[in-house]
Structures are given as C-alpha cells and as structure tokens.
C-alpha cells in the first residue's frame, strides 16, 4: 500500500538566492531567513502518488499533518516526536476537526482555519513553530524572535511563544493600523519575554525593518535572530497540510479541487502551490487581493511594482510587498540562484520587477488572480449571510467575491480559505450584514485587561537600541 509518499530520505534545504549554507529542517526553522538575504526552499518537492493520497480518506487532520510533514523533516525528527509536536499544536483548537469544511452552495465551500486561540489561520503554523522551537532549543540556549504584523501574525507568535524558557520576542505593528481585536490581542500578553512595538508607519515598513535585522549579519548572531513571519518555511509547511486534508474530504485524488486564497503575503497560496508540486490534483489557485494589489498585477500582466499602501477594512492584505513571491519567482527563474538574486536586487534597489511572458504562462497554468475592492467585498459578506446564513470575515469575503467571480475558469468544488473569524472585525461586518458577530466565549475576555506596549519610530538603529536593552 503506499502510503508512504517517497522513502525517508534525509531534507535539505537551499536559499532562493544561491550562496547561503544549505540546512536541514531544524537549520531552517531556527534560522528563518537565509543569510544571504534568500529565503529557503526544499531542495526537492516529496511527492505523493494517487495511492497515498486516496490513503489519507477519513484520517483525522493531526494524522493527515503526519503524512505531509514527514518528509519534510526527515533527518531532523523523528516520527514519535513529530506526532507528539503535532498533537500538542492542535489540541487547544475549538472544533474537533481543526479545520472544517462548511458547503455554501452546489459549488462553493468554506474552509474554516479560524479555530485555533487566536482566531485566524496564522495559528495553524504558529501553534506548531512555537513547538519546534520549544523542541529544537537546547537547555541554555536562546532565541530572538523578531517579526512584523499587519495583525494576526502577532497576536498568533506571541500566543505561541509567551513563557517559553530562552525565547524573547519583539513584534512589530503599524500604528494604528490593525483592529481593536488585533492589538488588545498582542498587548494584553503581559509575560516577560514578550515586546509589543507600534512603528509609526505601514506594515511594509514594519517588514523592512525586521529585513534590516536579519541583514545585519553581527547584530543577528548577537542576538540569535529568528522569524516566525512567512519568511520561516516551518510555517509554510503546517500549511500545506489543509490543502490535502480539504481535497481528500472533496474528492480528490479523482478529481480536482481549486482553492480560492485571501492573499496578503504569498505564504498561504505558496502553500497551496507545493501542495499541487507534491502530486496534490489542484485545478486552480486563485490569488485573491484587496485594493492592494501587485499580486494580481503580477500575474495578469507581468508588471510587480510597489505602489503606496492602501489601508482597507481587510489590514492583514494591505501590502505591497509579498515577501513569499520570491519563492515562486525562485521556480520561474529555472531554481536558478544566482539569476534570482540579481534580479531581486535591482527589485530591491527600484521597486520594480517585469516577469517575461513565458514565466507568466507558467505561472497561469496553476494560478489565477482577481483583485477585489470594497463594495464587491461587502456584497460577498452579504451574500454568504442572507442566502448561506454564514457569517465572513472581510478576508474570507475578498476570496469568496473572487471565487464567485472566476468560477467558470476553476475546476471542480472551489475552497475558499476563511483565514480569519468575522468577530476580529467586528465592525466591518456589522457594516455589511447588519450583524454584530460575538466573540468565542474563550476570547471575551481581551476588552477588561490591561494593555503594555511601546511607540518606536520606523528606524533601525532605534530599534536595535531597544532589542539589546531588553535580551541578554
Ligand atoms: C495573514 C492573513 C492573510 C494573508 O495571508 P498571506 O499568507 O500573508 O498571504 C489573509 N487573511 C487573514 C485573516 C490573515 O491573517
């Protein structure tokens, strides 16, 4: 029977950009960004035939997770650890089936990644990372955490990792720029390893500034920097799993799903596309943005170039530069490092890049994009509640609105990924539906506690001040 996806061989991991050490996955999940500035890929994608994807119907989502991750972790754990990280990630999730499909019509479907402490999907990689680096850090050993949010990266790593024994993490979000939920959802973690940071500025100048971190080579192994932004391919990895464990539930491997993703940074479609690279039947990934949408200006029309922020009632989209795109480009470019490198710089010197025609088609063959602004965001909110009685977060609302726009080019059942519970935006959808969702009682409390955070302006010398006087 196979239900092994290739026999266990050890897996290595290589930087986008070519020159940086090539690492197992513990190298890769304690470093998080490569040194050379690239980010890492596994040096080849396991694949997993129609056989072992027919024996995942009816497993459990921690035994469908086993499966994927395997493979990926060969030679840095064990199966009886990797069961024991997996099992301890996903207990404290509200709903039995971690992640839940919800049918709207005779087409579409929900997948519900909300579930877990801090209510949206970052928590399925986070409550996992916040493990191996609880596993993988010897007795005396330290790590500095330091990542950027546009809001529910944040509050996700911190619950992940507050009280953890030698881990100090510094979180950076735009001031102002993240719902009410959101903040009180970092602040109010008052545990001494735990820095909130408010930069007055947007969440690309947030991920700069964590980029400078990482750059500065002596700073970073001062500190023993690492990331839990998508930049860490831990974090991609968990997220592979719901790919797989929502096809196989739909049908696959005979016949194809499409998935239709809230994309803010590329992480969670970038998963969707190994998924698809590991043997998954996949029809369409479809790339849904807000307003801001280089994205989806990249896949249409070849032209990724950075424009200014706009803020939108969907912040954790409201980015101009998708960090996880150089993961793809990375394939685009023949896996090539050298080349990729050469033209990431020029893109990090003008803000520009212009994929030629061929890497488009290539692209196209498993991608679409739709950018989705305000008002047709609103009308899926209203939409799924008055004919489906289900209430959307504004993220999952941009991808349904596109879902239902590109439906005729998607093959078989579309999966839109609801990344986010509609009570983290309370008033955005009161707005749209009229109604004002409650939060889960296990999260009611935020509202009465005390907040600790502090004010910094976009600098990195600043910031880097302040690192030192709180680690060491
Ligand atoms: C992070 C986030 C996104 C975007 O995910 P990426 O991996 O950055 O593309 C979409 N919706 C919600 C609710 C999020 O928190």
């Given at each position: 029977?196979?239900?092994?996806?290739?026999?266990?061989?050890?897996?290595?991991?290589?930087?986008?950009?070519?020159?940086?050490?090539?690492?197992?996955?513990?190298?890769?999940?304690?470093a998080g960004l490569a040194s050379d500035g690239g980010l890492y890929v596994p040096e080849r994608?396991?694949?997993?035939?129609?056989?072992?994807?027919?024996?995942?119907?009816?497993?459990?989502?921690?035994?469908?997770?086993?499966?994927?991750?395997?493979?990926?972790?060969?030679?840095?754990?064990?199966?009886?650890a990797l069961k024991a990280l997996i099992a301890a990630a996903y207990a404290d999730f509200g709903?039995?089936?971690?992640?839940?499909?919800?049918?709207?019509?005779?087409?579409?479907?929900?997948?519900?990644?909300?579930?877990?402490?801090?209510?949206?999907?970052?928590?399925?990689?986070?409550?996992?990372?916040?493990?191996?680096?609880?596993?993988?850090?010897?007795?005396?050993?330290?790590?500095?955490?330091?990542?950027?949010?546009?809001?529910?990266?944040?509050?996700?790593?911190?619950?992940?990792?507050?009280?953890?024994?030698?881990?100090?993490?510094?979180?950076?979000?735009?001031?102002?720029?993240?719902?009410?939920?959101?903040?009180?959802?970092?602040?109010?973690?008052?545990?001494?390893?735990?820095?909130?940071?408010?930069?007055?500025?947007?969440?690309?100048?947030?991920?700069?500034?964590?980029?400078?971190?990482?750059?500065?080579?002596?700073?970073?192994?001062?500190?023993?920097?690492?990331?839990?932004?998508?930049?860490?391919?831990?974090?991609?990895?968990?997220?592979?799993?719901?790919?797989?464990?929502?096809?196989?539930?739909?049908?696959?491997?005979?016949?194809?799903?499409?998935?239709?993703?809230?994309?803010?940074?590329?992480?969670?479609?970038?998963?969707?596309?190994?998924?698809?690279?590991?043997?998954?039947?996949?029809?369409?990934?479809?790339?849904?943005?807000?307003?801001?949408?280089?994205?989806?200006?990249?896949?249409?029309?070849?032209?990724?170039?950075?424009?200014?922020?706009?803020?939108?009632?969907?912040?954790?989209?409201?980015?101009?530069?998708?960090?996880?795109?150089?993961?793809?480009?990375?394939?685009?470019?023949?896996?090539?490092?050298?080349?990729?490198?050469?033209?990431?710089?020029?893109?990090?010197?003008?803000?520009?890049?212009?994929?030629?025609?061929?890497?488009?088609?290539?692209?196209?063959?498993?991608?679409?994009?739709?950018?989705?602004?305000?008002?047709?965001?609103?009308?899926?909110?209203?939409?799924?509640?008055?004919?489906?009685?289900?209430?959307?977060?504004?993220?999952?609302?941009?991808?349904?609105?596109?879902?239902?726009?590109?439906?005729?080019?998607?093959?078989?059942?579309?999966?839109?990924?609801?990344?986010?519970?509609?009570?983290?935006?309370?008033?955005?959808?009161?707005?749209?539906?009229?109604?004002?969702?409650q939060l889960p009682r296990r999260v009611q409390h935020l509202f009465d506690r005390e907040e600790?955070?502090?004010?910094?302006?976009?600098?990195?010398?600043?910031?880097?001040?302040?690192?030192?006087?709180?680690?060491?």
């Amino acid at each position: 029977m196979g239900v092994r996806a290739s026999p266990a061989r050890d897996m290595h991991y290589q930087s986008t950009r070519g020159t940086a050490p090539i690492l197992d996955f513990k190298g890769v999940t304690l470093a998080g960004l490569a040194s050379d500035g690239g980010l890492y890929v596994p040096e080849r994608w396991p694949q997993f035939d129609a056989a072992a994807i027919e024996a995942m119907a009816g497993l459990s989502y921690t035994q469908t997770a086993f499966r994927v991750l395997q493979p990926f972790v060969a030679g840095s754990l064990g199966d009886d650890a990797l069961k024991a990280l997996i099992a301890a990630a996903y207990a404290d999730f509200g709903h039995p089936a971690v992640a839940p499909l919800v049918q709207l019509d005779e087409r579409h479907w929900l997948l519900e990644l909300f579930h877990g402490p801090t209510l949206a999907f970052k928590d399925i990689a986070l409550q996992l990372l916040g493990n191996l680096f609880g596993h993988f850090l010897g007795a005396g050993e330290t790590l500095t955490i330091v990542g950027a949010t546009s809001g529910d990266t944040g509050s996700a790593a911190i619950k992940a990792v507050a009280g953890r024994p030698g881990i100090t993490i510094f979180m950076l979000h735009p001031a102002g720029r993240v719902s009410e939920v959101q903040r009180r959802q970092m602040t109010t973690v008052l545990a001494g390893n735990v820095y909130n940071i408010a930069v007055d500025g947007s969440f690309d100048d947030c991920q700069a500034l964590v980029k400078q971190m990482f750059n500065d080579a002596p700073f970073r192994a001062e500190m023993a920097l690492s990331a839990v932004n998508s930049i860490n391919w831990a974090r991609l990895l968990a997220q592979i799993v719901y790919y797989f464990y929502a096809a196989v539930r739909l049908g696959a491997p005979h016949r194809k799903v499409s998935f239709s993703v809230p994309t803010g940074n590329f992480g969670d479609v970038f998963a969707g596309y190994a998924a698809a690279r590991m043997g998954l039947p996949i029809g369409k990934l479809l790339v849904a943005t807000n307003v801001n949408d280089i994205l989806a200006r990249a896949l249409n029309r070849g032209d990724y170039s950075v424009g200014a922020v706009t803020p939108t009632a969907t912040p954790s989209m409201d980015i101009q530069i998708s960090s996880n795109f150089e993961r793809l480009l990375f394939d685009l470019h023949g896996r090539n490092g050298a080349a990729l490198a050469a033209v990431m710089s020029t893109f990090e010197a003008t803000g520009k890049m212009t994929l030629s025609d061929g890497q488009r088609t290539e692209a196209a063959a498993l991608f679409l994009a739709e950018n989705v602004d305000e008002a047709r965001m609103m009308q899926a909110l209203q939409w799924a509640y008055s004919e489906c009685g289900q209430l959307l977060d504004p993220h999952t609302a941009i991808g349904l609105s596109a879902a239902r726009a590109r439906a005729a080019a998607m093959e078989g059942p579309i999966v839109t990924l609801a990344t986010a519970h509609p009570a983290k935006f309370p008033d955005a959808v009161e707005r749209a539906s009229g109604m004002r969702p409650q939060l889960p009682r296990r999260v009611q409390h935020l509202f009465d506690r005390e907040e600790r955070y502090d004010r910094l302006a976009a600098d990195a010398d600043a910031l880097k001040a302040y690192m030192r006087a709180r680690t060491g």
